[in-house]
């Protein structure tokens, strides 16, 4: 598939939901912040409960997503933080449900909910013996599944459209919920271990995206792209990635129009030449530390995006982050500039003075 025919993504941060990636809506600005806040933060300043009611009932879902919606206007008007470029009606309701544990929830892994924090997973990993006799979910009869399509019924009942997404995450970083660390050993002393494991769950992927499109698209929404969130991928080597890894991310593109394509803000570079060999990439993010004129050169016309460390976003000087941001300017450019997981005590004169470096860097 020709890249020329792919719509590019952004990125796209939902009030208290993780990051995830939408269609680009036209014209992108030159260097695009894209801002998103913790659970905590949400709850520091609005009081929210963010534990198990919040993803398992969405009337009081959406009772939050207005609350929060209308904290984000008060504190920083006129930005588009939080998907503030967007219309109140219909909502996005969908996307933040269960966090990233969507697909472990599928395999009937514990899902640990916290008032101020996106839900967890707990560690019941997978034995050599189970691990053996792992299947994909008959999604007709998972639990998990029912609950989450009786959600879909009221929000299509409420709002109309079923807009949003859900954080299928990546085949790794679910094999990771699923196995636990042993996961990195089997890659590397019992790959077939390690590829079933990841073939299974590739599958359920594959047949929830499936079948939420299709429900999705039966309200008029129809997202023809898949995303993966390789946040794990710094844990193995290139070589592993290309020859275990790589061919499932393949399988998930070859399904989608599209791809789009995170790494956290870690360094990408060591998977920059794999990730161009997967058809129709139109998003992929990646931090500070990464080669980032190489990534320019490889993903030409996808949108790229820089994932900016929390850490260094709170701590480091205006002058630094300037500094970055000027690089980023004239090395990889038009972008994202993804600001995400922000906790809760990040002043908000910083976070209304990113928008302003963004803006203040032209294009060169």
């Keep these: 598939m020709s890249l020329r025919s792919v719509r590019p993504l952004v990125s796209y941060i939902a009030p208290a939901a993780p990051a995830t990636r939408r269609p680009a809506d036209g014209d992108q600005a030159f260097l695009r912040p894209e801002i998103g806040f913790t659970p905590a933060w949400f709850r520091q300043h609005a009081a929210l409960d963010f534990g198990e009611r919040f993803h398992r009932d969405p009337a009081y879902r959406r009772d939050c997503v207005v609350t929060m919606r209308r904290v984000l206007r008060q504190r920083f008007p006129g930005t588009r933080i939080g998907g503030m470029d967007r219309a109140d009606e219909p909502l996005d309701l969908l996307t933040g449900v269960e966090g990233a544990c969507t697909v472990a929830a599928l395999y009937g892994r514990r899902v640990l909910y916290a ?24 999604l007709d009869r998972n639990p998990h599944w029912a609950q989450l399509w009786a959600q879909l019924d009221w929000i299509e009942c409420h709002e109309g459209r079923l807009e949003g997404f859900i954080n299928w995450q990546g085949v790794l970083n679910n094999a990771h919920r699923l196995r636990g660390q042993q996961v ?11 590829r079933h494991l990841c073939a299974c769950v590739c599958e359920t992927m594959l047949a929830g995206l499936e079948r939420l499109r299709a429900r999705q698209r039966a309200t008029g929404v129809d997202y023809r792209f898949v995303t993966v969130s390789n946040c794990l991928v710094n844990l193995v080597s290139p070589r592993i990635y290309r020859e275990l890894l790589w061919p499932f991310d393949q399988r998930l593109a070859q399904a989608y129009e599209g791809i789009g394509v995170h790494n956290c803000a870690w360094n990408a570079t060591p ?31 996808a949108r790229r995006a820089l994932m900016y460390s929390p850490l260094d976003a709170h701590s480091k000087s205006p002058g630094e982050i300037q500094a970055d941001l000027r690089r980023v300017a004239e090395e990889y450019a038009p972008c994202d500039l993804v600001l995400a997981d922000l906790e809760a005590g990040i002043p908000d004169e910083r976070v209304r003075a990113w928008v302003e470096w963004c803006r203040g860097v032209g294009r060169r």
């Design 271 to 301: 998977y920059l030449e794999a990730y161009a060999r997967l058809p129709g990439v139109a998003y992929l993010d990646l931090g500070l530390s990464s080669d980032l004129a190489r990534a320019k050169a490889l993903f030409p016309e």
């Design 184 to 194: 990195f050993i089997d890659l590397v002393t019992e790959p077939a271990k390690a």
């Design 115 to 138: 008032a101020d924090q996106w839900p967890t997973c707990a560690h019941d990993d997978l034995t050599d013996a189970q691990l053996a006799r792992l299947e994909p979910p008959d």
